[in-house]
C-alpha cells in the first residue's frame, strides 16, 4: 500500500508538473568554477604540457589572465589568439570561449601553479583561480586552504539571505574551511541542490488554483500511510459510540465533522508553526503532549467499555439543544467528534512527507500564511476524505442495537487502548511497550473467548482470535522479560543467543551526533573530499523514523550501500535554537529527511529522502551519491 | 521514489539555482553585519541614513560591475532612501588595485573619482587608471601620493573586503547585498527594484 501511494504519488506529480523551461531570459546563477571552466591537462607528442579547458556555454576565460609558474618563477605559457571581446575604450581583450589551451614548452620538474580567470556573460567575473599541477604525473589538485576544521568559527548568528528571482530559502551564511583570498575552489562547507519548493513549483506552473487542487490529491495518496492509520480506530469508535442512532447520513455528518477540524487544525498549526518561526510541529510533540494525548485515549477506551459515559456536562448539551433545536445529544457528539478530529491533528501533524515539508518550508520563507494554510488543510482534507467513506458507508454496516452493539464498542475500546499504547510507547523505556502490548493482547483475548454468541461459526472465529491473541501476548512477554524491544520481533535476543543470527551480515551503521551548523560544517570538511556524507534528521517521537530504524536501516543492502558513508545524525528530540538553525540552513521541515552530501560537501542532485523511506529509494540515493 | 525531486520535476529548474551555487565556504566566521554594511573607513554615496543600505563587491576592471553602475545609481538617486556602500574586491590584480586605492585616496572628490572609473568598459592598465581620473578632473599623482599617505586605512579595507568575501565564499564580481540578502552577479535595474522592496519588506 505504501509503495503503492508512493509510486502514485510520483505519477501525480508529473502530471500536475509537465517540463517547464528554464524560468526567465536571466542568466542563470553561477557554476562552481571547476564546472565553468573544467581544466584538463595532457603532454603532446612534443613533450610540452598541455592545459586545456572545457567552457560552459555562455562563460569565457580571459587570455591574458591565464598564467603558470613555479616558486614563484613565471613559466612562459603559449596561448592561441582569442576572440576580441569590443572594448571602444581601451581596445580589445581576447576571450576564449568553448574551450581554450595553453601550451608550456620549458621542461619542469615537481609542482606548478596554474592560474586562469573568467566570467559568465552578463553575470559575475570570477575570481582568480589556482591549480596545482604535478608536471610528472599530470595530477591536477586545488590548493589547500589554510584552514582545517580546526580553524572553523563559529561565527555570529546573521541570517544573511540569498536573494534572486524567486524566494529562496534563508541560509546562514556558511562557515567552512577556507580557501585562501580570491583563490581556492569551493572544497569545505556545504551546497544545496538547487530545487524550488514544491508550493512554487506549483505556484509557476498553474497559479493558487492548482497549489489549491493539488494538495487533498496528495493528501489522498497519503491517506493509506501508517501516519494515518491510527485515525481510523478512532473515528470508528467515535461512530460505534452513536449506536442505533447511527445513520448513514449522521455518519457521513460526523465523519465530516471529524475531517474538517482535523484539517483546520492541520491548517492552523501549520501556519502557525510556519509563521512564527517556531517549529511548532516540533513542540507539540512534547513528551507531555504525548502523554496527555495517551491518557485522553485511554480514558476513552474506557468509556468504551461502558465504564462511564462520556459527555459534555449537561449543561453545555442542554444549552446546545435549546439552540439547535432539540436534536438532544447530537450537538454533544458532534462536539465531541470535533473536538476528537482536532486533537488527531497533533498525531497527523508530525509525520513529515513531502507535502508537508513543502506547505511549511513555503510558509516560512515567503511568510504567505494563507496560501500555506490553505494547502495543509488541503492535505488534511485529501487525508481524511477515506474516513468520510468509511464514516459514511460503515456506518451502515455497524449492528443496529443489542448485545452485538456492546460487544462492538468494547472492540473499539481496545483499538483505543492500542492508540494509546502507540502514542505514549516512544516516551517508554524500550521494552516496557512490549509488556503493554502484551497486556492488551491477553485482554483481548480473555475478551473474545467470553462473548456470549449464540452463533457456533462466529462463535468460533472469536476464540481462534482469541487463541492468537493470547499466544502473541504470552510471546511479547516473554520478549519482554528477555530484553525484546521489537513487538514484530519480540523473540529476538533469545534467537541472537541462539547463534542463528543470520542477519548479522554487513556492518550495523553507525551515526555520529551532529546539532549545529558549524559542527556540520566540521565533519563535512573532515571528509576531505573523499567520503560522502549522509545526514539523517530524527527524533525520538517521529514515527516513521522508529519505522526507519527498525526495518531500513538494518537491511544488508542498505548497510552494505551507506558502509563508505560518513553518517551523521541530526536528533531533534530535544528541539533548540542550534538544532533548528541547522534544519533552516538545510532546508529541513522535520524528521525524518536524509540528505546526502559528496566528498565536496555538495548535496547530490534528486537525492533528498522525506518521510517514510524504502530501502531502494535509500539505496538509489546513497548510489547516486557515491557516483558523483 | 518519495525524493523532492520527484515532485518537482523540471518544472522549478529554472527557479532555484541561485542558493545552489554561491554558497561555498570560507575560513573565518560569518562577517557581521557591521563589518560588511557599516565599514566607517569607507565613503558612502547616497542617502547616509537610507533604511536601506546596498553594498556591492566590485571590480574597477569587472565588466558587469561597470555596466550596471548607472542602474545602480539612478536606484540610489530616484529612491532617496538609500545608502550605498561600494566594497573594491580587486580580483583582477594590480590594476585594480592601483585604481581602488586612488579613489579611496580622493577624499571628497570619492564619489566623482568612482564614478569616472566606472565609466570606462573593459581591462585597465594604470595609465588607463591615470588617464581616466585625469579626464575627470583629478590628479592622479596627488592621488597616488595621497594613497601612499593613507596606505594603511586602504589596505585595511581591501584587506577586510577580501576576507570578507572569501568567509561569504563569494565566487567573484559583483555580489550585491541589499542589507542582509545576498545577490550574486549583475542584476538590472528591476532586479535591483524587487530586492529593495524586499528588503523593506523583510
Given at each position: 500500500?505504501?509503495?503503492?501511494?508512493?509510486?502514485?504519488?510520483?505519477?501525480?506529480?508529473?502530471?500536475?508538473l509537465?517540463?517547464?523551461?528554464?524560468?526567465?531570459?536571466?542568466p542563470?546563477?553561477?557554476?562552481?568554477?571547476?564546472?565553468?571552466?573544467?581544466?584538463?591537462?595532457?603532454?603532446?607528442?612534443?613533450g610540452?604540457?598541455?592545459?586545456?579547458?572545457?567552457?560552459?556555454?555562455?562563460?569565457?576565460?580571459?587570455?591574458?589572465?591565464?598564467?603558470?609558474?613555479?616558486?614563484?618563477t613565471?613559466?612562459?605559457?603559449?596561448?592561441?589568439?582569442?576572440?576580441?571581446?569590443?572594448?571602444?575604450?581601451?581596445?580589445?581583450?581576447?576571450?576564449?570561449?568553448?574551450?581554450?589551451?595553453?601550451?608550456?614548452?620549458?621542461?619542469?620538474?615537481?609542482?606548478?601553479?596554474?592560474?586562469?580567470?573568467?566570467?559568465?556573460?552578463?553575470?559575475?567575473?570570477y575570481?582568480?583561480?589556482?591549480?596545482?599541477?604535478?608536471?610528472?604525473?599530470?595530477?591536477?589538485?586545488a590548493?589547500?586552504?589554510?584552514?582545517?576544521?580546526?580553524?572553523?568559527?563559529?561565527?555570529?548568528?546573521?541570517?544573511w539571505t540569498?536573494?534572486?528571482?524567486?524566494?529562496?530559502?534563508?541560509?546562514?551564511?556558511?562557515?567552512?574551511?577556507?580557501?585562501?583570498?580570491?583563490?581556492?575552489p569551493?572544497?569545505?562547507?556545504?551546497?544545496?541542490?538547487?530545487s524550488?519548493?514544491?508550493v512554487?513549483?506549483?505556484?509557476?506552473?498553474?497559479?493558487?488554483?492548482?497549489?489549491?487542487?493539488?494538495?487533498?490529491?496528495?493528501?489522498?495518496?497519503?491517506?493509506?500511510?501508517?501516519?494515518?492509520?491510527?485515525?481510523?480506530?478512532?473515528?470508528?469508535?467515535?461512530?460505534?459510540?452513536?449506536?442505533?442512532?447511527?445513520?448513514?447520513?449522521?455518519?457521513?455528518v460526523?465523519?465530516?465533522?471529524?475531517?474538517?477540524?482535523?484539517?483546520?487544525?492541520f491548517?492552523?498549526?501549520?501556519?502557525?508553526?510556519?509563521?512564527?518561526?517556531?517549529?511548532?510541529?516540533?513542540?507539540?510533540?512534547?513528551?507531555?503532549?504525548s502523554?496527555?494525548l495517551?491518557?485522553?485515549?485511554?480514558?476513552?477506551?474506557?468509556?468504551?467499555?461502558?465504564?462511564?459515559?462520556?459527555?459534555?456536562?449537561?449543561?453545555?448539551?442542554?444549552?446546545?439543544?435549546?439552540?439547535?433545536?432539540?436534536?438532544g445529544?447530537?450537538?454533544?457528539?458532534?462536539?465531541?467528534?470535533a473536538?476528537?478530529?482536532?486533537?488527531?491533528?497533533?498525531?497527523?501533524?508530525?509525520?513529515?512527507t513531502?507535502?508537508?515539508?513543502?506547505?511549511?518550508l513555503?510558509?516560512?520563507?515567503?511568510?504567505?500564511?494563507?496560501?500555506?494554510?490553505?494547502?495543509?488543510?488541503?492535505?488534511?482534507?485529501?487525508?481524511?476524505?477515506?474516513?468520510?467513506?468509511?464514516?459514511?458507508?460503515?456506518?451502515?454496516a455497524?449492528?443496529?442495537?443489542?448485545?452485538?452493539?456492546?460487544?462492538?464498542?468494547?472492540?473499539?475500546?481496545?483499538?483505543?487502548?492500542?492508540?494509546?499504547?502507540?502514542?505514549?510507547?516512544p516516551?517508554?523505556?524500550?521494552?516496557?511497550?512490549l509488556?503493554?502490548?502484551?497486556?492488551?493482547?491477553?485482554?483481548?483475548?480473555?475478551?473474545?473467548v467470553?462473548v456470549?454468541?449464540?452463533?457456533?461459526?462466529?462463535?468460533?472465529s472469536?476464540?481462534?482470535?482469541?487463541?492468537?491473541?493470547?499466544?502473541?501476548?504470552?510471546?511479547?512477554?516473554?520478549?519482554?522479560?528477555?530484553?525484546?524491544?521489537?513487538?514484530?520481533?519480540?523473540?529476538?535476543?533469545?534467537?541472537?543467543?541462539?547463534?542463528?543470527?543470520?542477519?548479522?551480515?554487513?556492518?550495523?551503521?553507525?551515526?555520529?551526533?551532529?546539532?549545529?551548523?558549524?559542527?556540520?560544517?566540521?565533519?563535512?570538511?573532515?571528509?576531505?573530499?573523499?567520503?560522502?556524507?549522509?545526514?539523517?534528521?530524527t527524533?525520538d517521537w517521529?514515527?516513521?523514523?522508529?519505522?526507519?530504524?527498525?526495518?531500513?536501516?538494518?537491511?544488508?543492502q542498505?548497510?552494505?550501500?551507506?558502509?563508505?558513508?560518513?553518517?551523521?545524525?541530526?536528533?531533534?528530540?530535544?528541539?533548540?535554537?542550534e538544532?533548528?538553525?541547522?534544519?533552516?540552513?538545510?532546508?529541513?521541515?522535520?524528521?525524518?529527511?536524509?540528505i546526502?552530501?559528496?566528498?565536496?560537501?555538495?548535496?547530490?542532485?534528486?537525492?533528498?529522502?522525506?518521510?517514510?523511506?524504502?530501502?531502494?529509494?535509500?539505496?538509489?540515493?546513497?548510489?547516486?551519491?557515491?557516483?558523483? | 521514489?518519495?525524493?523532492?525531486?520527484?515532485?518537482?520535476?523540471?518544472?522549478?529548474?529554472?527557479?532555484?539555482?541561485?542558493?545552489?551555487?554561491?554558497?561555498?565556504?570560507?575560513?573565518?566566521?560569518i562577517?557581521?553585519?557591521?563589518?560588511?554594511?557599516?565599514?566607517?573607513a569607507?565613503?558612502?554615496?547616497?542617502?547616509?541614513?537610507?533604511?536601506?543600505?546596498?553594498?556591492e563587491?566590485?571590480?574597477?576592471?569587472?565588466?558587469?560591475?561597470?555596466?550596471?553602475?548607472?542602474?545602480?545609481?539612478?536606484?540610489?538617486?530616484?529612491?532617496?532612501?538609500?545608502?550605498?556602500?561600494?566594497?573594491?574586491?580587486?580580483?583582477?590584480?594590480?590594476?585594480?588595485?592601483?585604481?581602488?586605492?586612488?579613489?579611496?585616496?580622493?577624499?571628497?572628490?570619492?564619489?566623482?573619482?568612482?564614478?569616472?572609473?566606472?565609466?570606462?568598459?573593459?581591462?585597465?592598465?594604470?595609465?588607463?587608471?591615470?588617464?581616466?581620473?585625469?579626464?575627470?578632473?583629478?590628479?592622479?599623482?596627488?592621488?597616488?601620493?595621497?594613497?601612499?599617505?593613507?596606505?594603511?586605512?586602504?589596505?585595511?579595507?581591501?584587506?577586510?573586503?577580501?576576507?570578507q568575501?572569501?568567509?561569504?565564499?563569494?565566487?567573484g564580481?559583483?555580489?550585491?547585498?541589499?542589507?542582509?540578502?545576498?545577490?550574486y552577479?549583475?542584476?538590472?535595474?528591476?532586479?535591483?527594484?524587487?530586492?529593495?522592496?524586499?528588503?523593506?519588506?523583510?
Amino acid at each position: 500500500m505504501k509503495l503503492f501511494s508512493a509510486s502514485a504519488f510520483a505519477l501525480l506529480a508529473l502530471v500536475l508538473l509537465p517540463s517547464a523551461g528554464p524560468a526567465g531570459a536571466a542568466p542563470a546563477a553561477p557554476l562552481p568554477v571547476s564546472e565553468a571552466f573544467e581544466l584538463d591537462v595532457a603532454r603532446d607528442a612534443d613533450g610540452a604540457l598541455v592545459f586545456s579547458w572545457d567552457i560552459a556555454p555562455g562563460y569565457y576565460l580571459y587570455r591574458d589572465h591565464i598564467s603558470a609558474q613555479r616558486d614563484e618563477t613565471p613559466l612562459p605559457l603559449s596561448t592561441p589568439p582569442g576572440t576580441p571581446k569590443d572594448d571602444p575604450v581601451f581596445g580589445p581583450t581576447q576571450v576564449y570561449t568553448g574551450a581554450a589551451t595553453a601550451r608550456l614548452e620549458t621542461p619542469v620538474f615537481g609542482t606548478l601553479e596554474l592560474t586562469f580567470q573568467g566570467c559568465q556573460d552578463d553575470g559575475i567575473c570570477y575570481a582568480p583561480e589556482t591549480r596545482h599541477v604535478d608536471a610528472q604525473t599530470l595530477e591536477v589538485s586545488a590548493p589547500a586552504g589554510p584552514g582545517g576544521p580546526g580553524a572553523l568559527g563559529t561565527g555570529p548568528e546573521i541570517a544573511w539571505t540569498v536573494g534572486g528571482e524567486t524566494a529562496v530559502a534563508p541560509v546562514e551564511a556558511v562557515p567552512g574551511t577556507a580557501p585562501g583570498a580570491g583563490s581556492g575552489p569551493a572544497d569545505a562547507g556545504f551546497e544545496l541542490a538547487a530545487s524550488g519548493g514544491l508550493v512554487e513549483g506549483l505556484l509557476e506552473r498553474g497559479g493558487v488554483l492548482l497549489v489549491l487542487a493539488s494538495f487533498p490529491l496528495f493528501g489522498l495518496l497519503l491517506a493509506f500511510t501508517p501516519c494515518v492509520f491510527p485515525m481510523y480506530p478512532i473515528l470508528a469508535g467515535a461512530l460505534a459510540r452513536e449506536g442505533d442512532k447511527l445513520t448513514a447520513r449522521r455518519g457521513f455528518v460526523l465523519s465530516s465533522i471529524y475531517v474538517l477540524s482535523l484539517s483546520t487544525a492541520f491548517g492552523l498549526l501549520g501556519a502557525a508553526a510556519g509563521w512564527s518561526g517556531q517549529n511548532l510541529q516540533l513542540v507539540l510533540q512534547s513528551p507531555i503532549t504525548s502523554g496527555i494525548l495517551a491518557a485522553l485515549f485511554a480514558v476513552l477506551a474506557l468509556s468504551m467499555f461502558g465504564l462511564f459515559e462520556l459527555q459534555l456536562p449537561g449543561s453545555w448539551t442542554n444549552w446546545v439543544a435549546a439552540r439547535t433545536g432539540g436534536l438532544g445529544g447530537s450537538g454533544g457528539s458532534k462536539r465531541s467528534t470535533a473536538l476528537l478530529g482536532f486533537s488527531s491533528a497533533l498525531i497527523v501533524g508530525p509525520c513529515v512527507t513531502v507535502p508537508l515539508a513543502g506547505a511549511l518550508l513555503y510558509i516560512a520563507q515567503t511568510a504567505d500564511v494563507g496560501l500555506g494554510a490553505a494547502a495543509l488543510f488541503g492535505l488534511g482534507l485529501g487525508k481524511g476524505l477515506p474516513l468520510i467513506v468509511m464514516g459514511t458507508l460503515g456506518g451502515q454496516a455497524l449492528p443496529r442495537a443489542g448485545a452485538w452493539m456492546e460487544g462492538v464498542k468494547q472492540i473499539f475500546g481496545f483499538g483505543f487502548l492500542a492508540t494509546a499504547i502507540w502514542t505514549v510507547a516512544p516516551l517508554l523505556p524500550s521494552g516496557v511497550d512490549l509488556a503493554l502490548w502484551a497486556a492488551l493482547l491477553i485482554a483481548v483475548a480473555s475478551f473474545a473467548v467470553s462473548v456470549p454468541l449464540t452463533n457456533t461459526t462466529a462463535l468460533a472465529s472469536m476464540r481462534a482470535v482469541g487463541g492468537l491473541a493470547l499466544v502473541y501476548g504470552v510471546i511479547l512477554l516473554i520478549g519482554a522479560s528477555a530484553g525484546g524491544t521489537d513487538p514484530l520481533k519480540p523473540l529476538a535476543p533469545l534467537a541472537q543467543r541462539g547463534g542463528s543470527a543470520g542477519s548479522g551480515e554487513g556492518r550495523e551503521l553507525r551515526f555520529a551526533a551532529t546539532g549545529s551548523i558549524s559542527d556540520l560544517q566540521a565533519r563535512l570538511a573532515s571528509a576531505n573530499g573523499e567520503r560522502s556524507t549522509m545526514v539523517y534528521f530524527t527524533a525520538d517521537w517521529c514515527v516513521t523514523c522508529r519505522v526507519i530504524e527498525r526495518s531500513v536501516f538494518p537491511d544488508p543492502q542498505v548497510r552494505q550501500s551507506l558502509g563508505d558513508f560518513q553518517l551523521v545524525k541530526a536528533d531533534l528530540t530535544d528541539f533548540n535554537a542550534e538544532n533548528s538553525a541547522l534544519m533552516k540552513a538545510m532546508r529541513v521541515a522535520g524528521p525524518p529527511t536524509m540528505i546526502f552530501f559528496d566528498g565536496a560537501g555538495r548535496e547530490a542532485a534528486d537525492t533528498r529522502l522525506v518521510g517514510s523511506v524504502t530501502v531502494d529509494a535509500l539505496t538509489r540515493s546513497a548510489h547516486t551519491t557515491e557516483r558523483l | 521514489m518519495l525524493t523532492r525531486r520527484t515532485l518537482l520535476i523540471a518544472g522549478a529548474a529554472g527557479t532555484a539555482s541561485l542558493l545552489a551555487s554561491g554558497f561555498p565556504a570560507a575560513a573565518q566566521s560569518i562577517p557581521t553585519v557591521e563589518e560588511v554594511l557599516f565599514d566607517e573607513a569607507i565613503p558612502t554615496i547616497g542617502n547616509p541614513d537610507g533604511d536601506v543600505t546596498i553594498a556591492e563587491y566590485f571590480d574597477y576592471q569587472c565588466p558587469f560591475c561597470k555596466r550596471g553602475h548607472p542602474d545602480l545609481l539612478d536606484v540610489v538617486a530616484s529612491d532617496g532612501n538609500i545608502r550605498l556602500v561600494m566594497k573594491d574586491w580587486p580580483i583582477f590584480g594590480e590594476p585594480s588595485v592601483y585604481a581602488a586605492s586612488l579613489v579611496l585616496a580622493a577624499g571628497d572628490d570619492y564619489e566623482a573619482a568612482h564614478t569616472a572609473l566606472m565609466k570606462t568598459e573593459g581591462r585597465l592598465s594604470r595609465d588607463d587608471v591615470d588617464a581616466t581620473l585625469a579626464g575627470a578632473g583629478h590628479d592622479p599623482e596627488r592621488l597616488a601620493a595621497r594613497a601612499a599617505e593613507q596606505a594603511t586605512r586602504i589596505q585595511g579595507i581591501l584587506d577586510r573586503n577580501t576576507n570578507q568575501a572569501s568567509a561569504f565564499g563569494f565566487r567573484g564580481t559583483p555580489v550585491y547585498l541589499v542589507n542582509t540578502q545576498l545577490n550574486y552577479g549583475a542584476m538590472d535595474k528591476a532586479a535591483l527594484l524587487a530586492a529593495v522592496e524586499r528588503a523593506r519588506a523583510a
